[in-house]
């Protein structure tokens, strides 16, 4: 039995292993040829922000040497909150 479909079945193993080789190459022929180092400044990097439902525990005008002042106190979560996960201005 010596047909076109056995001789094609016959050598599917290794026309399949040639084209995933083929692959292989051109896919180690496009990437870069050197790994990020430790000083290189990264161009992005991930902030993960907790938002708190409340900011402001209590706030009030007090005076105190000879002035008046604005004394806000804040909550446990907004005290966990980093400068970076705010909008302040600085």
């Avoid at 990097?45 to 005008?61: D, F, N, P």
Wanted: proline share 6%; net charge positive.
């Amino acid at each position: 039995m010596n047909t076109l479909l056995s001789r094609t079945l016959g050598n599917a193993p290794r026309i399949l292993f040639h084209s995933l080789m083929g692959v292989g190459l051109m896919l180690s022929i496009n990437s870069p040829l050197y790994a990020q180092t430790a000083k290189d400044a990264p161009d992005s990097y991930i902030l993960t922000v907790e938002r708190c439902v409340k900011y402001v525990e209590s706030a009030q005008w007090v005076y105190r040497d000879y002035r008046w002042s604005f004394s806000i106190t804040p909550t446990t979560c907004a005290r966990r909150t980093l400068p970076e996960g705010t909008q302040a201005v600085g």
